[in-house]
């Protein structure tokens, strides 16, 4: 069975995150997600997340703090992911490998959206008082 390591980075500005949409060749894809990726061989997973943000959505993260980690099996593939909030960085979000990306009040997050694992995510950020800063 397939195991990987994801670094998730949860885009944080004003009550809102960034989201992209995964294309539907990928694993999960034409779900939402947050932005990360495969932390690879050797790397740190702040290095794979400045890395995969750098990538996916043009930004450069100056400052993260660890979030929290989800271990889940897919059944076709197990993932951890070691999520990170992202309170710091420079350049304005968007799709750089041409997928759909948009800004969405925490708030407003629906775990329906996302890959099953994420469901614990979406609770977690909905019950963060300090997020609303
Ligand atoms: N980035 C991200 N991946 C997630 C989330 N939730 C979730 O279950 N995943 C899973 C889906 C994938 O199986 C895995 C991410 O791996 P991936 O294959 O897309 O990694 P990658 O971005 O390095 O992709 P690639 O360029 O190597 O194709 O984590 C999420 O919120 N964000
Ligand atoms: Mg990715």
């Known amino acids: 069975m397939q195991h990987v390591l994801v670094a998730v980075g949860i885009v944080l500005r004003q009550g809102q995150t960034f989201i992209t949409l995964r ?3 990928k694993h999960q894809g034409g779900k939402w997600e947050f932005p ?3 932390v690879e061989a050797g790397e740190t997973t702040f290095a ?5 943000l ?3 959505i043009g930004i450069e993260v100056k400052h993260s703090t660890a979030f929290m980690r989800i271990e889940h099996d897919y059944g076709d593939k197990q993932v ?3 999520i990170h909030i992202i309170d710091d960085f ?3 979000p968007y799709g750089r490998e041409q997928q759909q990306g948009r800004w969405v009040a925490i708030d407003a ?3 329906s959206q996302f890959p099953a694992a994420n469901a614990l995510i979406v609770e977690k950020l909905q019950q963060s008082d300090w997020l609303a800063v």
């Open 36 to 38: 990360g990726g495969k």
């Open 80 to 82: 951890t992911l070691d």
């Open 109 to 111: 997050l629906q775990s």
């Open 90 to 92: 420079s350049n304005e």
């Open 23 to 25: 294309p539907d060749d």
């Open 54 to 56: 750098d990538e996916e």
């Open 48 to 52: 794979a997340l400045k890395r995969e």
